[in-house]
């Protein structure tokens, strides 16, 4: 039965949100979440381009070739990714710096390629736009929560804000690949646990 567009947007709010259900996009949930900026602007900038492909690849599904889809969906997935680029440069350039080369690649993201050939080139406008639109925000919420629990017990701070008095002493592991190994696998272990009940 086919779901409605309110469906198609809701689940990736929870039911197929990308790094904790799909288990999708791990590279730049572990990479850019050691601060809660760093998550919410990779979380943006990929939305965007979930967004914008998955509306092309809707609108070209019935003149792409079968046999060079793939081709043709990088090719519209880097487009956006450079106009996300060159946005980020223009106006938000600190935190293009901090995000640096997980930026350009977006354009090998498997959330994005995996939407435009899961979803988009077999739906219509609408349900693809509803898509897109649920499975970025699920997947900037992700990478913002994961980033604030990194953050506050890393470095003690939310959003670059302190939080604790000068006495705190940060538990840097938390900021370094190993512990947002170990959130991540904590936070996925806790999203189980809730989806059981």
Request: proline share 6%; net charge positive; aromatic share 10%.
């Given at each position: ?28 949930t572990l990479a850019v979440t050691k601060s809660v900026d760093g998550g919410i ?157």
């Open positions: 039965m086919a779901k409605t567009v309110v469906q198609e947007f809701t689940k990736g709010l929870w039911a197929e949100i990308p790094p904790f259900r799909l288990v999708l996009g791990l590279c730049p602007g990779m979380g943006i900038a990929t939305t965007f381009v979930l967004v914008c492909s998955n509306i092309l690849v809707s609108l070209l599904r019935n003149v792409i070739p079968k046999q060079v889809r793939i081709a043709c969906f990088i090719v519209v997935i880097a487009t956006f990714v450079t106009v996300v680029e060159l946005l980020m440069q223009a106006f938000t350039y600190p935190l293009f710096l901090q995000l640096g080369i997980f930026i350009p690649l977006i354009v090998v993201n498997c959330i994005v390629l995996g939407r435009a050939e899961a979803f988009a080139f077999k739906n219509k406008l609408l349900p693809s736009l509803a898509d897109g639109l649920g499975i970025g925000i699920g997947f900037t919420l992700s990478l913002a929560a994961l980033a604030a629990l990194r953050e506050i017990l890393g470095n003690g701070t939310f959003y670059n804000i302190p939080l604790f008095g000068p006495s705190f002493q940060p538990f840097t592991f938390m900021v370094q690949a190993p512990g947002a190994f170990v959130c991540l696998g904590l936070m996925l272990a806790g999203m189980n646990m809730l989806g059981k009940k």
